[in-house]
């Protein structure tokens, strides 16, 4: 069993800066791909970006490209989520996801939906006031 725990998150704002961290325990994230999904009010959840286990290709969705950079350190069991000129529209619930490569970071394919990733952190708030 693979744990997933977030931290970082609170209220900043426009323009600001956040670092969200995830501590994973139970699994090695060594090989497996590790990312971030965000749910916005009253939205689904959406992957905004991840890293390839095999190989460490990044992956980010547009609307966070080139503010957002992910990051890992597997020998700390870590994922980090750098954010930059954070906008009101990044407001949302922040998850750490777990999975291998073909369902969580695949770049010859569409993003993966929510129900197809297994493991989840419980989620950390993001809020940013305009």
């Known amino acids: 069993q693979l744990d997933l725990v977030e931290s970082g998150g609170g209220l900043v704002q426009s323009g600001e800066s956040l670092r969200l961290s995830c501590a994973a325990s139970g699994l090695p994230l060594d090989y497996r791909a590790v990312g971030w999904f965000r749910q916005a009010p009253g939205k689904e959840r959406e992957r905004i970006s991840c890293i390839a286990g095999r190989d460490d290709t990044t992956l980010y969705a547009d609307a966070v490209k080139g503010r957002f950079t992910i990051s890992r350190d597997n020998a700390k069991s870590m994922v980090y989520l750098q954010m930059h000129h954070l906008k009101s529209e990044d407001k949302g619930v922040y998850f750490c996801?777990?999975?291998?490569?073909?369902?969580?970071?695949?770049?010859?394919?569409?993003?993966?939906?929510?129900?197809?990733?297994?493991?989840w952190g419980q989620g950390t708030q993001v809020t940013v006031s305009s």
């Open positions: 996801v777990v999975d291998w490569d073909r369902f969580l970071c695949n770049a010859k394919a569409e993003a993966p939906q929510a129900r197809d990733i297994n493991y």
